[in-house]
T-cell receptor
Framework: GQNIDQPTEMTATEGAIVQINCTYQ??????LFWYQQHAGEAPTFLSY????GLEEKGRFSSFLSRSKGYSYLLLKELQMKDSASYLC?????????FGKGTMLLVSP | ETGVTQSPTHLIKTRGQQVTLRCSSQ?????VSWYQQALGQGPQFIFQ???????GRGNFPPRFSGLQFPNYSSELNVNALELDDSALYLC????????????FGSGTRLTVV
């Protein structure tokens, strides 16, 4: 079965750093994706982790521990436009399974 | 690359009716997946097609069906619509399996009244 857990909502201020955690249990695992979704829009790709460790891409970094079934997305130097839902998505044999998403609210 | 396009963008149907949603995949992508996203929830996997064959299905009843065409465009059909079918329906295309990531369309907002 599939079980993905991430916080429902987080708040942070502009310029700060925020870490969004995700724990997962899936049958079959190839890697883990993080997507960003603004209200009323399609999800857009942020990162993909296959191996354990930290992947850095500009202001965004993502970490994976396969043995612990754990990942996090780290957002630095937060901007107002980062207010969105962040979706953790383990990749199984045939498809992606999404968590419910974490709504991040960035305030001035 | 032309991205993934979906039509229509919005649709209102009556309970019991049937609906067909369409998706044009990104050029070169031979795999298409459909997701249902209720308000405030993450996308839920409906099914996936690879080279015109269904090769994965989520926990959705048979009244949800699909087709993929040789040009990699696809359709999602829903029969006997229920109020709970009201949601954003997302089409996502990829090349090969899910490890290559998905490109999502902007979705079709379906409202069942």
């Amino acid at each position: 079965g599939q079980n993905i857990d991430q916080p429902t909502e987080m708040t942070a201020t502009e310029g700060a750093i925020v870490q969004i955690n995700c724990t997962y249990q899936t049958s079959g695992f190839n890697g883990l994706f993080w997507y960003q979704q603004h209200a009323g829009e399609a999800p857009t790709f942020l990162s993909y982790n296959v191996l354990d460790g930290l992947e850095e891409k500009g202001r965004f970094s993502s970490f994976l521990s396969r043995s612990k079934g754990y990942s996090y997305l780290l957002l630095k130097e937060l901007q107002m436009k980062d207010s969105a839902s962040y979706l953790c998505a383990p990749s199984g044999y045939s498809t992606l399974t999404f968590g419910k998403g974490t709504m991040l609210l960035v305030s001035p | 690359e032309t991205g993934v396009t979906q039509s229509p963008t919005h649709l209102i149907k009556t309970r019991g009716q049937q609906v067909t949603l369409r998706c044009s995949s990104q050029s070169g992508h031979n795999t298409v997946s459909w997701y249902q996203q209720a308000l405030g929830q993450g996308p839920q996997f409906i099914f996936q097609y690879y080279r015109e064959e269904e090769n994965g299905r989520g926990n959705f009843p048979p009244r949800f069906s699909g087709l993929q065409f040789p040009n990699y465009s696809s359709e999602l059909n829903v029969n006997a619509l229920e109020l709970d079918d009201s949601a954003l329906y997302l089409c996502a295309s990829s090349f090969g399996d899910s490890s290559n990531g998905y490109t999502f369309g902007s979705g079709t907002r379906l409202t069942v009244v």
